[in-house]
C-alpha cells in the first residue's frame, strides 16, 4: 500500500542515506528520520511557515515537499545554518530585541528574513519596514505582534548594508 | 517605590549592583529557540513510544450505536484500537463547575464520547500505532454507526422550549445565569438627555497556539509512576487531575512542562483528548505520545467569545454619563469546561462592564447556555475585550450623540485618579488605578490634536480615516478567589526556592511556568537583584512538579506579579542566611555585612570580605571548621499569595489610527498606540513585547478571526487557510507607554500586563472604523469581526 523509496540528499553538510515512504514529507523526514526538530510543524498544509527550511538555495515549506523529491538535493535547516554561523548577527538581533516569545514561528521565520537580508546585502538598499512586512508576511507568529521582528530584521539589514558599503 | 525600603543599603533598589528591576535585560537561554534546540513536546521521542490518533464525531450530536474495529485492529503498526466506554474503565469522568458560580451546571464528560458525540470534532475512537501515519490509516478502517441527533447551535433559541435539551438530566440548556442591578438604572436613563441601545456581537475564535497541544504520557508500571510531557500552562493543576481521574496518589504523578510553542489559555484547560493519552498509556503500559493536527486544533482547542451583547447607556447633555446597562448571551458548546469553567467569562463580562467610569447606576444579565459547537472557555483577557468593546462602543455612542469628542467624554466619567481605593458598581474594588495620567500621557504620544488635523486633510481629499479610543480595565495577579473558592485545586499562591550551589551561583526554582512571556527572565531578575548576583549567575528551573515548588503556573498575567514576588522574597531570605554564614566564618555580624556582585562585603563601605564561591566551599566541604553548633542553610523556599485585594487590577487606554477604503471594505490599519499602568515594570521590554503581541491578537478578533459554523453545528473554515489570523502586513506599528502605580500588596508592586493588549484593542478598531464611516452616514458598525463586507453594508454599498 505504501512504498519507500532509497534517497541521497545532504543534510546541513552532511550526507543522509534515507529509505523514506512516497508520502512522507520533507519536514517530518528531518524532524521524525534525521531528530532535527528546529524546524515545526504548525499547520501541515502550507500556511504557518514554521517548516520553513533551505532546498538548493531557495527556502520551501518543508510540509508541502516531499522527501523523495529531496532525492540529490542540499538542505539546509535552522540547525545547520546556525552551526555555520551565517546568521549568527540575525540571532543576535532576535535575541536582544526579543523579537520571539515561545520560539515556535522564529526558525522559520529567521530563514525567511535571511531570503530578504540576502538579496539587499553588498551595498544593497535597505528593505523598508513595510518590504519587511510583506517579506515575512507568510510566517505566522502568534505571539510578538511582527512589530519586534520587524525592528531585528530592519536592524541587520541597516548593520549589513553598513558593514558592506 | 516600595521595594527600596527593605534593603540595607543606603543605596536605593536601583542603584545597588546586580538591580535588575526595571532592566531591559534579554531573556536568559534564548539561543536554544534561535538556533532551534528548544524542546518542545512535539519534537519529543521516547522509547517504546506509540503514536495516538482519534476518530472523530462527524456530526455535531449523535448517538453512537455500534462501532467496528476490527478491521482496524489488524492494519499495519496497529497496537490497539480503544473505543470511548473501554476506556472509561481506566479514566473517570469530570463536571466543569465550581460552587462561587451560582447555579453553574454541567454534565460529566468522558476522556471519550460513551454513547453519544456533543460536537463535531469529539473524539470516538483511539488508534494507537508504531507511527501516526499508521494509526491515521487505521482511523479510516474504522466503522461507526451513527444515529444523527437534532443539534443545538443557535444560542438566541437555546432555551426554547421547541429545542432539545442537550444533557436532558440537566432540565435545560442553561449553563449559569447572573444577574446585577445596582443604583437606580430605570430613574437614571429616565432622566438623560440620550439614551443610546445597541446589540454587539463578537464572533466565535481560537488561540491558533503556533504549536498545537501535545503530550506524551508514560506509565511505567515498574515504578507505578506515570509521567506526563506536556505543553501546558499550569503543570501542578495537570498533575492533580492526571491522578485524581486515574485513580493515583498526587505523588505518582510528575509533569513536565519545557518549552511551549505558545498557549494564550489555550493550554490551561483539560483536554478529553489529552486526558485519553494518559489513561492509554496507563492501559498500554508504554508511552504514548499526541500532537493534534491544525485541522483538530481548530475543532477541538477551546474556542472563545461568542457574545451577543445587548447594551445602553443613558448620557447627559454635559457628558456625564448616567446608567449603563447589559445584556450578554454566550453559548460555550456541550460541556462547561473542566475545572475552571465556561462560566468565568460571562461573569467577568458582568463584573468588568463600565469600569472605567465613576457611574453608580449598573444594570447586567449573563446567560451561558449550551450548544453542540466545540467547548469555549477561557482564551487570553478572559471577557476583557467584550466588557471593554460593549463599555466603549457605548461611550462613543453617545458621545457622538451628543456631539462631544470621545476624549472629552471620557476625561468626564473616568474615575479621578485620586479616588482610589474604588467600589466600582458591579461590586469589584479597585486598590489604584490611573485612567486620567494614562490618558494624558496617551495623547501626548499619538499627538492628538495634529492627528485630528491629518484626519480631516485626508478626509478633504476623499481618504476616510478614523480614530478610536479604549480606556480598560485588567483583571490579574488572581487570589484564590478566582478558582480556589469555588472548589478548584489551582494554586493561587506560588513558590520560589533558591539555593546557593558550590561555586557561587544561584539556582531558583519556581512555580511558574514559561510559554514565551519571559517568565524565567522576570524570576531571575528578582532573584538576583533580591539575593545580590549578576543574572548570569542565576539558572531558572520550571516546569517540572518533582522539582518545583507547588503552584499555580502561569495564566491570568500572574508570572511575574505572584511568581516574581516569591522569588523576591526567596532572594532576600537566602541572602540571610548566607550572611549567617559568611558572618560566623568572619566572625562579624551578619547585619554588618550586605552581598554585592558574589561577594560578601561590608556593608556602607562595599569593602570586600570574601566571596560566596569561598562562603560555598566552606559551608559544603569544610562545615568542620564552623564555629560549633553553627549549622549554615544555604537553601531558601518562600511563597506568596496576594492578600489584601483579590486581584491586582490594571488600567491602560488604546487608540487606532486606520483608515477605510470605502469602495472595498479594506481596513488598513495606520498605527495603535497603548499606555498601560502595570505597577512596577520589571523588565520594559518583555512588558512592551506582552502588550504588543495581544494587542495583535485583539486586532485579529477585531478584523479577521471567526469560528464559522453551519446551522447542523459543522465548522466551516476549520484550517488555517480559510480561518484567518493577522500577518505581519497587515499590522501596524505598535507605540508603548507606561504609567507606574506599584500595588501595595507585594513588595515589589508588580502588576500584570498579560491581558492589556487584547483587551483593548478590539473596541478601539471598532472606535476608529465607526469614526472614520460617521460623516458618510454609515450604520454604525458593532458585529466582529470588521470584515470588508460588513464594512460595505454598514456604507449601504451592498
Ligand atoms: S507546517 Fe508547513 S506551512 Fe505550516
Ligand atoms: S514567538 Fe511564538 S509564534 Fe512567534
Redesign the pocket.
Known amino acids: 500500500m505504501t512504498h519507500h523509496y532509497d534517497i541521497t540528499l545532504t543534510v546541513n553538510g552532511e550526507r543522509i542515506d534515507g529509505h523514506v515512504e512516497g508520502r512522507k514529507s520533507l519536514v517530518d523526514f528531518l524532524r521524525d528520520d534525521l531528530t532535527l526538530t528546529g524546524s515545526h510543524v504548525g499547520c501541515e498544509h502550507g500556511v504557518c511557515g ?1 517548516c520553513t527550511v533551505r532546498v538548493n538555495g531557495e527556502v520551501v515549506r518543508g510540509c508541502l515537499m516531499l522527501a523523495v523529491q529531496c532525492d540529490g538535493a542540499i538542505v539546509e535547516t535552522i540547525e545547520g545554518v546556525s552551526d555555520t554561523g551565517e546568521i549568527a548577527d540575525l540571532q543576535d538581533a532576535f535575541e536582544r530585541r526579543n523579537a ?7 526558525p522559520g ?1 529567521l530563514l525567511t528574513a535571511q531570503e530578504l537580508l540576502s538579496q539587499t546585502k553588498n551595498g544593497g538598499k535597505v528593505p523598508s519596514r513595510d518590504d519587511i512586512r510583506e517579506h515575512i508576511s507568510g510566517n ?5 505582534g511582527y512589530h519586534a ?1 520587524v525592528d531585528a530584521v530592519e536592524a541587520v539589514a541597516v548593520a549589513r548594508a553598513g558593514r558592506s558599503s | 517605590m516600595k521595594i527600596v525600603s527593605d534593603l540595607p543599603s543606603p543605596l536605593t533598589a536601583l542603584d545597588r549592583p546586580n538591580s535588575y528591576i526595571g532592566r531591559a535585560v534579554p531573556r536568559p537561554n534564548l539561543k536554544r529557540l534561535t538556533q532551534g534546540r528548544a524542546q518542545y513536546v512535539s519534537d519529543l521521542v521516547l522509547p517504546r513510544m506509540a503514536h495516538v490518533a482519534y476518530l472523530r464525531s462527524p456530526f455535531a450530536h449523535a448517538r453512537i450505536k455500534h462501532i467496528d474495529k476490527s478491521e482496524a485492529e489488524k492494519a499495519r503498526g496497529v497496537i490497539a484500537v480503544v473505543t470511548g466506554p473501554e476506556l472509561a474503565k481506566v479514566i473517570t469522568p469530570w463536571v466543569g463547575v465550581l460552587t462561587h458560580l451560582k447555579g453553574i451546571k454541567s454534565a460529566p464528560q468522558y476522556a471519550m464520547a460513551v454513547d453519544r458525540a456533543c460536537w463535531q470534532g469529539e473524539a470516538v475512537c483511539a488508534v494507537v500505532a508504531r507511527t501516526r501515519a499508521e494509526a491515521e490509516d487505521a482511523c479510516e478502517l474504522i466503522q461507526v454507526d451513527y444515529e444523527e441527533l437534532t443539534p443545538v447551535t443557535d444560542p438566541e433559541t437555546a432555551l426554547d422550549a421547541s429545542t432539545p435539551v442537550i444533557h436532558p438530566d440537566l432540565g435545560d440548556n442553561l449553563t449559569f445565569e447572573r444577574s446585577l442591578d445596582a443604583g437606580e438604572v430605570d430613574k437614571a436613563f429616565a432622566q438623560s438627555d440620550a439614551v443610546v441601545e445597541t446589540t454587539f456581537i463578537f464572533g466565535r475564535h481560537t488561540g491558533v ?3 498545537p497541544r501535545s503530550i506524551v504520557a508514560d506509565w511505567n508500571t515498574g515504578d507505578q509512576r506515570l509521567t506526563v510531557y506536556q505543553g501546558t500552562q499550569a503543570p501542578h493543576m495537570m498533575q492533580n487531575l492526571f491522578a485524581k481521574h486515574l485513580g493515583l496518589e498526587e505523588h505518582q504523578v510528575r509533569v513536565i512542562t519545557k518549552d511551549v ?2 498557549s494564550f489559555g489555550v493550554k490551561v484547560h483539560t483536554y478529553a483528548d489529552e486526558m485519553a493519552v494518559v489513561a492509554l498509556s496507563k492501559l498500554l503500559k508504554r508511552p504514548i505520545k499526541f500532537v493534534a493536527d491544525r485541522l483538530e486544533s481548530f475543532v477541538t482547542d477551546i474556542h472563545a467569545r461568542d457574545h451577543r451583547v445587548k447594551g445602553k447607556i443613558g448620557i447627559n447633555k454635559d457628558g456625564t454619563i448616567t446608567a449603563f446597562e447589559i445584556d450578554d448571551l454566550t453559548g460555550i458548546g456541550p460541556y462547561s469546561v473542566y475545572p475552571r469553567t465556561s462560566g468565568i467569562e460571562a461573569n467577568q463580562v458582568v463584573n468588568l462592564v463600565g469600569g472605567p467610569y465613576a457611574c453608580p447606576n449598573y444594570r447586567a444579565r449573563a446567560r451561558v447556555v449550551f450548544q453542540n459547537k466545540n467547548v469555549m472557555c477561557q482564551y487570553r483577557a478572559v471577557g476583557h475585550p467584550i466588557a471593554t468593546a460593549v463599555t466603549e462602543g457605548l461611550v462613543d455612542l453617545a458621545a457622538a450623540k451628543i456631539g462631544m469628542d470621545p476624549i472629552e467624554v471620557r476625561k468626564k466619567n473616568l474615575y479621578a485618579d485620586d479616588a482610589y481605593p474604588v467600589t466600582a458598581a458591579s461590586g469589584i474594588k479597585f486598590e489604584k488605578l490611573s485612567h486620567h495620567a494614562a490618558t494624558d500621557k496617551l495623547l501626548r504620544m499619538m499627538d492628538y490634536k495634529a492627528l485630528r488635523a491629518n484626519q480631516a486633510a485626508a478626509r478633504a481629499n476623499g481618504i476616510h480615516r478614523g480614530i478610536g479610543f479604549a480606556s480598560f480595565i485588567e483583571v490579574t495577579n488572581p487570589s484564590a478567589a478566582f478558582y480556589g473558592v469555588g472548589g478548584a485545586r489551582i494554586s493561587a499562591q506560588d513558590g520560589a526556592t533558591v539555593k546557593l550551589d558550590a561555586t557561587g551561583a544561584i539556582f531558583c526554582h519556581t512555580g511558574v511556568s514559561e510559554q ?1 512571556q519571559g517568565a524565567e527572565a522576570v524570576i531571575a531578575q528578582c532573584v538576583a537583584s533580591s539575593f545580590g548576583v549578576s543574572l548570569d549567575k542565576v539558572r531558572v528551573i520550571m516546569g517540572d512538579t518533582d522539582n518545583t515548588p507547588y503552584g499555580g503556573g502561569t495564566w491570568a498575567s500572574r508570572a511575574a506579579g505572584i511568581g516574581g514576588e516569591a522569588a523576591w522574597q526567596a532572594g532576600k531570605a537566602l541572602r540571610e542566611n548566607v550572611l549567617a554564614a559568611a558572618a560566623s566564618i568572619l566572625q562579624a555580624k551578619p547585619d554588618d555585612l550586605d552581598i554585592n556582585n558574589g561577594v560578601v562585603v561590608d556593608k556602607g563601605t562595599a569593602k570586600e570580605r570574601i566571596t560566596l564561591s569561598e562562603v560555598a566551599r566552606i559551608c559544603y566541604f569544610r562545615p568542620d571548621t564552623l564555629p560549633p553548633g553553627f549549622q549554615a542553610e544555604l537553601v531558601a523556599t518562600r511563597h506568596y499569595v496576594p492578600r489584601n485585594w483579590p486581584f491586582s487590577f490594571t488600567n491602560g487606554i488604546q487608540a487606532s489610527y486606520l483608515e477605510v477604503d470605502v469602495d472595498t471594505g479594506f481596513i488598513k490599519l495606520l498605527k495603535h498606540w497603548c499606555v498601560e499602568d502595570c505597577g512596577t515594570v520589571i523588565n520594559p521590554q518583555l512588558v512592551d513585547e506582552q502588550i504588543r503581541g495581544g494587542i495583535v491578537q485583539g486586532l485579529g478578533g477585531a478584523l479577521f478571526e471567526n469560528c464559522l459554523y453551519d446551522e447542523r453545528g459543522q465548522m466551516l473554515n476549520g484550517n488555517m487557510a480559510d480561518y484567518l489570523v493577522p500577518m505581519a502586513m497587515e499590522m501596524p506599528d505598535m507605540e508603548i507607554g507606561h504609567v507606574v502605580s506599584p500595588t501595595a500588596d507585594s513588595e515589589l508592586g508588580a502588576k500584570g500586563a498579560g491581558e492589556a493588549g487584547t483587551a483593548g484593542a478590539p473596541a478601539c478598531v471598532m472606535n476608529a472604523i465607526n469614526d472614520a464611516l460617521r460623516p458618510l452616514g454609515a450604520t454604525p458598525m458593532t458585529e466582529m469581526p470588521f470584515t470588508p463586507g460588513r464594512v460595505l453594508r454598514a456604507l449601504g454599498r451592498v
Do not use: K, P
Open positions: 514554521a520571539l516569545q515561545c520560539g515556535f514561528c522564529t521565520m505566522y507568529c502568534r505571539c510578538t521582528i | 497556539t503556533n504549536e510553542g505558545g514565551g
